[in-house]
């Protein structure tokens, strides 16, 4: 089992910036690759950024694009999302996410964390 857990959310006024983190505990070394969800009221949930576990080959939605990065800390077993140019429109609850080796879904998910960013 792995084990993830958000931090970082909070409240923000639009063009500011936050960075979240999702701290991975348990059995890391099956991982393959971390994501970034996002799911506000009354919307579908959004995959918004995504990392091989090892690092590199990120993604990004094209909503996010240039104004989010995704990246990892290996000693740390760590997941960032520096969010910058923050929108009202990105107000929403965060999770983040772990795809085992051969797996074709998330199967790992964090507990969410709330980001709103008012005008």
């Known amino acids: 089992q792995v084990q993830l857990v958000e931090s970082g959310g909070g409240l923000v006024q639009a063009g500011g910036s936050l960075r979240l983190s999702c701290a991975a505990s348990?059995?890391?070394?099956?991982?393959?690759?971390m994501g970034w969800f996002r799911q506000a009221p009354g919307k579908e949930r959004e995959l918004v950024a995504a990392?091989?576990?090892?690092?590199?080959?990120?993604a990004y939605a094209d909503s996010v694009k240039g104004r989010f990065i995704i990246s990892r800390d290996n000693a740390k077993n760590t997941v960032y999302l520096q969010m910058n140019s923050l929108k009202p429109e990105d107000t929403a609850v965060y999770s983040c996410?772990?795809?085992?080796?051969?797996?074709?879904?998330?199967?790992?998910w964090g507990q969410g964390t709330q980001v709103t960013v008012s005008s």
């Open positions: 348990g059995r890391t070394f099956s991982l393959y690759r």
């Open positions: 990392i091989r576990w090892g690092g590199g080959n990120t």
């Open positions: 996410a772990a795809k085992g080796s051969g797996s074709s879904d998330y199967d790992y």
